[in-house]
């Protein structure tokens, strides 16, 4: 008896062929807890482990079936998967290949709507900080919608009887279905780059959660977050709820609201200016007679009734002052004149032109004056400075106390 060998790669092969031709495997629906979840951003797949109390089952879920998944799977969340059974040749692994997945027990929609709350909550993109107050007189209203939707006809339909002054800058988008986030989040980033609106609203009129869906988007989320210009969401009927609204600087019920919102009402706008122009006026009349009044009270003064008395009066004021000053200058400079004659009296007595009249002289000798013999020798030309004039000398003999020096 022969004895048929195979290959592992054969053997594999054969129980791949198995597994893929049960009709029964094609299409099955699991239930389980998900283990060891990995999920690789760049390819998009995601690998992981369904597993119940007794057994587990490796499964992986390619990115062309993961990219429509409406919540993000986690480790610990049970989970209803459809897929195939199926071999991984290369590794011999017996595994699941999920096309489809949903949350158990809660709906996908609200899962990933729970998630990306929390999530960007968890950054701070709900602060209240952040929100930006409404323009009170906006002039450009920029309008983010469908074009043939009723959200633009009711907003218009508000604007234009409310404040029919304001300029409506119509961003027309898809609001439901594949790429209306990615229109939305442009539009909102256009306004901004351009500049043309005081004031955005973003919405639709109700629907069922999946219509909604768009608006829980998390790059319209955060576009919102970062608009420079106040963004009013404006998205279903008041029971409805979107990570918009959450991200908004104010949320409508309505879009009838949002517009209602973002137009102050033209009667009142009317009363308004009514009321400052009658304070404007009455303001105006009272400073009027107040000016008056001191106009009167001016008018009455005696300057103004008789100048010439006015001015005679600080003429006699002048002279008055005119008269002291010239006291006052009398009586300074005759005290001035008494104190220079006493100093120049002392400085007299001081001179030496008094001791010379006394008969004293100064003698000089090139112009420095003597003050000992030894400042002069014999045959010197010396000066000798009296009261009425000087004499010149010559030295011929210089006679110390007990001594005596004579030329020869």
Do not use: W
């Not at 049970?78 to 709906?107: C, F, H, N, W």
């Not at 030496?352 to 112009?367: C, D, I, T």
């Amino acid at each position: 008896m022969s004895l048929s060998i195979l290959t592992v790669s054969q053997l594999n092969f054969y129980v791949k062929t198995m597994l893929d031709s049960d009709s029964r495997l094609r299409s099955v629906y699991l239930k389980g807890e998900i283990s060891n979840l990995t999920d690789h951003q760049r390819s998009g797949h995601i690998y992981f482990t369904l597993k119940d109390a007794k057994s587990a089952l490796k499964a992986v879920m390619f990115a062309n079936s993961a990219k429509y998944l409406k919540f993000r799977p986690e480790n610990g969340m049970t989970v209803i998967v459809k897929g195939r059974i199926s071999l991984y040749e290369a590794a011999g692994t017996y595994q699941l290949y999920a096309d489809d997945m949903q949350p158990d027990g809660t709906g996908a929609i609200n899962l990933a709507f729970e998630q990306l709350k929390k999530k960007l909550s968890e950054e701070g993109l709900f602060d209240e900080s952040r929100k930006k107050p409404l323009p009170s007189y906006p002039k450009k209203i920029g309008v983010i919608t469908s074009p043939e939707g009723a959200a633009l006809q009711d907003i218009s339909k508000i604007l234009k009887r409310r404040y029919p002054i304001g300029t409506i800058v119509l961003c027309p988008v898809q609001v439901q279905g594949e790429g209306a986030a990615r229109q939305m989040t442009e539009a909102v980033r256009k306004l901004n780059r351009l500049k043309c609106a005081d004031v955005i609203i973003i919405g639709r009129g109700g629907g069922s959660a999946e219509d909604l869906q768009n608006f829980n988007d998390e790059s319209l989320a955060r576009a919102i977050a970062a608009s420079d210009i106040p963004v009013v969401s404006a998205v279903g009927h008041e029971t409805d709820f979107t990570i918009c609204d959450l991200a908004a600087d104010v949320r409508a019920s309505t879009p009838s609201a949002g517009a209602e919102l973002v137009s102050p009402e033209i009667d009142v706008m009317r009363a308004e200016t009514e009321y400052y122009c009658q304070k404007i006026h009455s303001l105006t009349e009272a400073k009027l007679n107040s000016e008056r009044r001191r106009l009167d009270t001016l008018a009455k003064s005696g300057v103004l009734r008789s100048p010439f008395e006015y001015v005679n009066t600080k003429k006699m004021m002048l002279d008055l002052l005119s008269r002291s000053l010239m006291l006052s200058y009398t009586a300074i400079l005759s005290a001035e004149k008494q104190k220079f004659a006493e100093i120049n009296a002392k400085l007299d007595a001081l001179s030496p032109l008094k001791v010379l009249y006394r008969g004293y002289s100064v003698v000089m000798n090139q112009g420095k004056v003597i003050h000992s013999i030894k400042s002069a020798n014999v045959n010197d030309n010396v000066d000798v400075m009296m009261s009425d004039g000087v004499l010149k000398c010559s030295v011929t003999e210089r006679v110390e106390n007990n001594e005596k020096e004579t030329g020869l």
